[in-house]
T-cell receptor, first 115, second 114 residues
Framework: AQKVTQAQTEISVVEKEDVTLDCVYE???????LFWYKQPPSGELVFLIR??????QNEISGRYSWNFQKSTSSFNFTITASQVVDSAVYFC????????????FGSGTKLNVKP | DTEVTQTPKHLVMGMTNKKSLKCEQH?????MYWYKQKAKKPPELMFV???????INESVPSRFSPECPNSSLLNLHLHALQPEDSALYLC?????????????FGEGSRLTVL
């Protein structure tokens, strides 16, 4: 069965600190997709990244970077030089192939960035 | 601005009321979704429509009735709800529903059942 675990319920940092959000997943599929979404207080889930199971290259986008390691079934997300606007709940998700894009969300990590 | 528009943003209803939530997207996507999100919880899938056909119903009670009039519109009809149905209802869309592409979410409709 598919499962996504985000063990960190809430993290608080001071602005300009780096912070890593952990995501561990379980799946029996060999082909799958992993996602990170940001949910600010407004409610909308904002797409951040998609990674397929065959692409283990790390990715950097501005202050955001992602570390995908199949060997440990992890897809961690790092924010460098955090800002107050980064405060939100972040969800990691796993998607099956060919099942109407069914997403399995982790429980979310609430990030508080203090000035 | 989000490309998935949901109305109303807030809704308060009694247990005997009938109301509807509406969702619209103009990205040409052919799959649309309803998710329910309780406070401090992840979104839970309720329904998936792919090419205007109901493809997934996650055993949602019949007091929730989805409708997909066309590929751009998705409604959720509400009747005889319970207080525990109070939640944020999120609509999402994706290109086809088979492509494992990202979901595009609306800002949600926050429902309170009295």
């Amino acid at each position: 069965a598919q499962k996504v675990t985000q063990a960190q319920t809430e993290i608080s940092v001071v602005e300009k600190e780096d912070v890593t959000l952990d995501c561990v997943y379980e799946t029996r599929d060999t082909t799958y997709y992993l996602f990170w979404y940001k949910q600010p207080p407004s409610g909308e889930l904002v797409f951040l990244i998609r990674r397929n199971s065959f692409d283990e290259q790390n990715e950097i986008s501005g202050r955001y970077s992602w570390n995908f390691q199949k060997s440990t079934s992890s897809f961690n997300f790092t924010i460098t030089a955090s800002q107050v606007v980064d405060s939100a709940v972040y969800f990691c998700a796993l998607s099956e192939v060919g099942n109407f894009n069914k997403f399995y969300f982790g429980s979310g990590t609430k990030l508080n960035v203090k000035p | 601005d989000t490309e998935v528009t949901q109305t109303p943003k807030h809704l308060v209803m009694g247990m005997t009321n009938k109301k509807s939530l509406k969702c619209e997207q103009h990205m040409g996507h052919r799959a649309m979704y309803w998710y329910k999100q309780k406070a401090k919880k992840p979104p839970e899938l309720m329904f998936v429509y792919s090419y205007e056909k109901l493809s997934i119903n996650e055993s949602v009670p019949s007091r929730f009735s989805p409708e997909c009039p066309n590929s751009s519109l998705l409604n959720l009809h509400l009747h005889a709800l319970q207080p525990e149905d109070s939640a944020l209802y999120l609509c999402a869309s994706s290109e086809t529903g088979y492509d494992t592409g990202e979901l595009f979410f609306g800002e949600g409709s926050r429902l309170t059942v009295l």
